[in-house]
């Protein structure tokens, strides 16, 4: 099956393809030189920006596509940022800038207040129209430091309950192995819509 990795996140191209290792699929990514348009991701939530972007991409390419929309929510921050971790800092801000945003936002909260979940919602969108989403999550809370150059994003500053360790500091197998789009991305494997013709 040929599939379209609807991002423009070389992280998360990464991630899919080491995802889909050994699976009878054609990936075909902005890397490959096609052009797609702008979605705008004016969605309140994860499920509303992924199915949109999937859907949108899907009808104008004529391709099976794979949307992500995925982000960090924090607790203290009401669960934010949310749909906006890749704008927190502003539009074209690094990694590093939104890092250092999020660490001087919570620098007076304590330990016991950090906690914090990664969402990625997942969604496959057909040319006919059909689409499905599927959710993950992982666990965590919010260091006072970056640790940690593995990844992208937030990764050196969240760490996860389930390896101990920041993201930052996690392998990609680690990482393939329990952060929240692997867990969606797995839903979407185990649907056995990725064999459909």
């Keep these: ?8 996140n070389k992280g998360k191209i990464k991630d899919f393809e ?28 994860f499920e509303e920006n ?12 004529r ?3 794979i949307s992500d929309d995925s982000g960090l929510c924090v607790d ?11 704008r927190f800092a502003g539009e074209n801000a690094s990694d590093r800038e939104r890092n250092e945003k999020l660490l001087e936002v919570m620098k007076d909260v304590k330990k016991e207040n950090r906690q914090a979940h990664f ?11 059909k689409i499905h ?16 150059s593995n990844g992208f994003g937030y990764n050196p500053l969240f760490y996860s309950y389930e390896l101990k360790k920041s993201f930052g500091e996690a392998d990609d197998e680690e990482r393939k192995r329990v952060s929240h789009r692997a867990k969606a991305f797995r839903k979407l494997i185990d649907s056995e819509l990725l064999k459909e013709k």
């Design 18 to 45: 080491k995802l889909t290792e050994g699976m009878d699929l054609e990936v075909v990514t902005i890397l490959d030189g096609l052009d797609i348009p702008d979605v705008v991701e004016d969605g309140k939530t």
């Design 63 to 65: 391709i099976v596509t």
């Design 76 to 86: 203290s921050l009401d669960g934010g940022p949310g749909v906006y971790s890749a």
């Design 119 to 129: 969402v990625s919602v997942v969604s496959i969108a057909f040319p006919n129209g």
């Design 1 to 8: 099956m040929k599939v379209f990795l609807a991002t423009k």
């Design 133 to 148: 989403s599927f959710r993950g999550e992982v666990n965590g809370e919010i260091l006072f430091e970056l640790r940690g």
């Design 50 to 61: 992924s199915r949109k972007k999937a859907k949108e991409i899907a009808d104008y390419t």
